[in-house]
Structures are given as structure tokens and as C-alpha cells.
């Protein structure tokens, strides 16, 4: 779902990282809108605080900036925002046609295998019982079923990126701090966007996620971290690693009784809970260590990154929008398949 667009290629210039972990992201998210399978204990919201969801948005800010950052250089803001405007439009009309198949397949079967609960699981009985106001929500991204929230907040995030990106090329950190300072305001005043039906609201909250976004603009703006941060690699590295295990044994602690007997009762009372709608900070930091890391162990030199084996995702990662659509399309599938047929392969 970048703006970011080109294949690529080991002489192109482009870190072929970000494509490849963008295409792991997604398949992530595909296997874990998967209820009750196996495959999902191997993506890593079951190792850490963040998600692939983090990993996706931190991608999409830091792939965003370098493509149209490159447009603007050459032929204006003017021509980069329109781009982006174009993109966004691009984005909202896939949306909207995913959202239509999406109700559309469940609806199907919900009627044909008389699944009426489907219907309240899905968060579809507001379309139910107001099926107009429904449409008019959709319209305005208020009103998404379950598994359809990532693709809203990108639209907000990436719409807002042509009044950053002038900024962004000049004063990257600048920009970094006042996103740094609406995501606090945006935790401690309560802000987020409404949803329907009722008094909901986002479960992606735009206030406080497009730090992340903003994290990844803002490291891409600024341009050759590696560099940047080589000197203080030293202390660095062993800090980001010691904050990764230390989230992997309370990761585990919620799924191993013995490990959860070792959490002192002081340390769940300050990092519980650990929310996901305004993208608690231990989330934040979790992915700006696991960013550290892979930038130091996966050079953008490492050859496996162009083998045969690493391709697919490497092309999932170039082609995000199609991909994601059809993964949600068909993660709904896999849940009929293994929720309401009991199929124990499709679990495996």
C-alpha cells in the first residue's frame, strides 16, 4: 500500500529490505485475521509488544517519504501531492470495493448456511438494522466489519503526508517532534475518530499511530541512519536486544503459567495494559528496536535477500494494496473453513 513503486533489483539503489519485510507483514497479517490456526504461533505478535502492524505502518511512512520526497525534488510539491492525493483516492476506491466484497461474502453465507451470529461477529448488525446510515459511514470510514481497520488508517496517514513532506526535507526531526507531541496529546486528552454503529471509535487510532508512520517518514527524510547511528552502536545494540527479550519473556508469560509466576506484581501495574488502539509506547519502542536490529544483522547488502526463496515476498511487498485485499478476502474463507467445518488441515 506504499507510494513507493519500482521493482526491486540489487543495483537499483532501493533497500530491498523493505519490500521483503513489508511482504512479511502482510502475510502476518493474513495468517493472524485467521481465528483459531496454528500458523499464527509463528508471527510475531506471540514473541513481542508490537505486531505486524507496526512493522507495516513504520514500512509504509519510511517507503512513502523516499518515493514522493524524490518527486517533489524533481518537479515540486505541487506534482508530490497530487501524486499522493491520487494514491489516496487509489486507496479509499479499493477500500470501499473491499468492503462491498467483504459484506458480500459474509452475507452469503450467513444466509445460505443460516449463520445469523456471523452477522454480530462480523460487526455488520449496524448494517443490519440501518443499512443507509450504514452506507453513508462506510463512506465517511466510519463504519468498516472486522478485520478492515488497517486499510482507514493508512488513508489518513498517507492524506496527511502532503502537508508534512515540505517539512519533512528540510527539518525531519522538527516534524518527528510534533508528531511525537500529537500522539501524547492524543493519550492524554482521549482523541480519536468516531465509529459506527454507536459511540466507537477507531480501533486503529490515527492520533496516536501516525507516530509510527512518522517514525519511518522521519528516518527516510533524515536519510542514512545506518551511518547516523554506527557510532553509538556500541551501547545501542545491546540495549534494543536486552528491551526485545525482556518483551519476549512477558510475551510468553501470558501463554507459560511458570514464567508468568516471575512478573513482579509492581512491574504489571506499570506496563498493563498494553494497548493496541492508541499504540501503547512499549509497542512503539518494540518496533524501533526490532528496526535497529534488523538494520544491523540484515545489511542491505545480504544476498539471501534476492534468492529465488525470498521472492515472493519480496513481490507481496512491491504489490501491498492488491495483496492485503486479497488476503482479507481470504482469511474471511480460512475462518469459515475452520470455525464452521471444523477442518483441522486448514489449521495447520
Known sequence: MSG?????????GRDVRLDFFRGVALWFIFVDHIYDNIVSWLTMRNYGFSDATEVFVFISGYTAVIAYSGIMARRGWLMAAARIVRRVWQLYVAHIVLLVAFVAQIAYFAVTHDKKTLIAEMNLLGLMDEPFR???????????????????????LLASLPLALPALRRWPWAVLAASLALYVASRVFGWNLPASPGDN??????????LVFYLGASFAAAGRMGERLAAFRRWLLPVALVYLAFSFFIVMSWQIKILSGLVP??????????????????????ILALAYAVQVFIPISAGWLRWRLAEPLRRCGEHSLQV?????LLSFTAHLVTEYYGCTGARL
Open 201 to 210: 471509535v477507531w480501533f486503529f487510532n490515527p492520533f496516536a499511530w501516525q
Open 4 to 12: 513507493a513503486s519500482g521493482t526491486v533489483t540489487k543495483g537499483s
Open 324 to 328: 492485503f485485499c486479497l488476503g482479507t
Open 134 to 156: 450504514s452506507f453513508v459511514d462506510a463512506m465517511l470510514l466510519k463504519f468498516r466489519p472486522v478485520n478492515l481497520d488497517v486499510l482507514p488508517l493508512y488513508i489518513v
Open 265 to 286: 506484581d509492581w512491574l504489571g501495574r506499570v506496563i498493563y495494559p498494553i494497548d493496541k488502539t492508541n499504540v501503547d509506547v512499549l509497542r512503539v519502542v518494540h
